[in-house]
C-alpha cells in the first residue's frame, strides 16, 4: 500500500531544483518534466521516482513479455526505459553495430518514492512508509544543499563516428534503395561520442534542459548510466483506454529577429518534402494503432501542425484510438514498437536498411523513458536530443538523425543533423 500526502508549495522552480539535487543520493532515479509546456494530454508538471523496491532489468530476448509479467504482478507505479533494440523481440531483427555505452535493452522499477508535482501541488506517494518518514524527506528536500559539482572536464573532444563524405556516401545509397522501391522513408542516425571523459550528469542535464525546455525532459540514472534527455517528443500515451500518439517529422531552425523566425515557421509548415515525411508516418502510425484498436477508432487530431521550442521549430501531428477494457497495456505498446518517426516505411525493410548504414548500435537513443501507473495507463517519450553517460566507462554519446525521403539532399539533411546537435555538443564542449 501507498501512503499519500498532498502539499502546496510556495516556490516550485526552486523546489524542483531542490527536490532532483536530493535525489542523487539513490542508485535508481528517474524524473520526467513538461517544462510548464501547455498542450492535451499532459498529466502533470513533473514526476520523481526514486529509490527502488524491485526491478526488471533484461535483455530483448522476450523482454515485452517480461515487462507485462513484471507489469502485471506489480500493480504499481512502475518507471524505466526501452531501447530500440527491442526491435529485435518484436521482429526477426539483430543488432550488430557497436555499443560503447553497455545499458541494459530494458529497465523498470518500482519506486519507494513518488513525487508528482501539478501546478503548486505536490502529491506525495511512499510505499510502505513508516512514521515521518514523508515529512522527514521534505525537510531533508528544503534544507538539503547542492550536491557536491563532481568531475567536470572542459575539454571534451567530441568525435564522429560517421564522417561526412561516408555519411553523403550512406544517404546516396538509402536513396538508391527509395528510387527502387524497397522502402519511402528512412530515419538515418549518426553517433557523436567522447572515450575517456567524466561530466557531472545532473549539472549536465540542467544546462541542456535550461536551453531547450522541452514537454519530455527526462533524466535517468540506473547505477553508473545516466540517461539526459531534452526530447521534444512523446512516442504514446494511454490513459482510460484511449491512446496517444504524436509524432514529429519536420525540423526548422529559430531566428533571433521574430520576422525571420515567423517566416521560417511558415516555410516549414508548407513545405512539401517535411509534409511529406510526416504523412508517411501518421500513416505507419494509424497502422500501428489499428493492431490493438476497437474498430473505427483511429482518428488523426492534427495533422502536420508546427510548434515553437526554444532551439528549433517542429512538425507534429496527433494520432489517437480506443482500445478495449481488457487489452494489456504492455501488447498496446509491443504493437507500436519501434516509433514510426525514429524507423521508417515500411517499417520492417526500413529498420533493416538503418542496421546496415548505421554505425552504432542505438540502444537507449530512439528508444522511450516512461512509466506505467498502477491502473495500466502509461506515458513515454521519444529518446531524442539526449545525452547518454557511462560513468565507469567514461564515455558520453549523442546521436542525431533525421527522414531520408525521395526528395532528400544529402548536404541538407547532414546540415539538420547538425543544428539538432547543437544543444547537446554546446553543453558538452563549454
Known amino acids: ?5 498532498i502539499y502546496k508549495l510556495k516556490d516550485v522552480p526552486r523546489f524542483k531544483n531542490q527536490l532532483l539535487t536530493w535525489a542523487q543520493q539513490f542508485d535508481d532515479v528517474v524524473w520526467l518534466d513538461s517544462n510548464g509546456y501547455k498542450q492535451n494530454y499532459v498529466n502533470y508538471d ?12 533484461t535483455d530483448f530476448k522476450q523482454g515485452f513479455d517480461k515487462l507485462k509479467e513484471y507489469q502485471t504482478y506489480c500493480k504499481d507505479w512502475i518507471f524505466g526505459y526501452l531501447t530500440y533494440d527491442l526491435k529485435n523481440d518484436v521482429e526477426a531483427l539483430n543488432s550488430q553495430n557497436f555499443d560503447g555505452l553497455g545499458f541494459p535493452d530494458l529497465y523498470f522499477f518500482q519506486p519507494k518514492r513518488l513525487f508528482l508535482l501539478k501546478g503548486d501541488e505536490l502529491e506525495i506517494l511512499y510505499l510502505n512508509a513508516v512514521s515521518d518518514e514523508m515529512n522527514d524527506d521534505l525537510i531533508a528536500i528544503e534544507f538539503g544543499r547542492e550536491s557536491p559539482r563532481g568531475t567536470v572536464q572542459n575539454n571534451i573532444k567530441i568525435k564522429l563516428r560517421i564522417h561526412k563524405d561516408d555519411y553523403f556516401e550512406k544517404v546516396e545509397y538509402m536513396l538508391e534503395r527509395i528510387h527502387r522501391g524497397d522502402i519511402y522513408e528512412a530515419n538515418f542516425c549518426q553517433e557523436f561520442y567522447a572515450e575517456d ?11 541542456l534542459n535550461s536551453i531547450s525546455k522541452p514537454p519530455f525532459a527526462a533524466y535517468a540514472k540506473m547505477d553508473d548510466k545516466f540517461i539526459l534527455s531534452a526530447s521534444p517528443e512523446r512516442y504514446i500515451k494511454m490513459e482510460n483506454n484511449v491512446v496517444v500518439s504524436q509524432p514529429i517529422k519536420g525540423t526548422a531552425k529559430r531566428a533571433m529577429n ?34 490493438t484498436a476497437l474498430k473505427g477508432s483511429v482518428r488523426v487530431e492534427e495533422l502536420c501542425e508546427v510548434y515553437t521550442f526554444d532551439q528549433v521549430h517542429q512538425m507534429i501531428s496527433t ?5 478495449d477494457t481488457e487489452t494489456n497495456p504492455v501488447d498496446v505498446l509491443k504493437s507500436t514498437f519501434p516509433m514510426g518517426s525514429m524507423t521508417g516505411a515500411p517499417k520492417i525493410s526500413a529498420m533493416k536498411i538503418i542496421e546496415s548504414l548505421e554505425e552504432t548500435k542505438r540502444g537507449v537513443y530512439s528508444g522511450s523513458i516512461g512509466y506505467f501507473s498502477p491502473s495500466g495507463n502509461f506515458d513515454f517519450n521519444v529518446v531524442i536530443r539526449s545525452i547518454l553517460y557511462n560513468q565507469t566507462k567514461k564515455y558520453v554519446s549523442y546521436s542525431v538523425g533525421g527522414a531520408i525521403t525521395a526528395k532528400s539532399d544529402p548536404l541538407k539533411e547532414y546540415e539538420e543533423c547538425l543544428v539538432k546537435a547543437k544543444a547537446m555538443r554546446s553543453v558538452l564542449e563549454n
Open 1 to 5: 500500500m501507498r501512503s499519500s500526502k
Open 197 to 207: 571523459t567524466q561530466i557531472n550528469a545532473l549539472e549536465t542535464y540542467q544546462k
Open 46 to 57: 513533473a514526476i520523481l521516482a526514486v529509490d527502488a523496491f524491485t526491478s526488471i532489468k
Open 258 to 291: 521574430p520576422d525571420e523566425d515567423k517566416a521560417l515557421m511558415q516555410s516549414l509548415k508548407h513545405d512539401k518534402k517535411e509534409r511529406s515525411e510526416n504523412i508517411m508516418i501518421v500513416d505507419l502510425v494509424r497502422n500501428d494503432l489499428s493492431k
Open 319 to 323: 494520432i489517437t484510438s480506443k482500445v
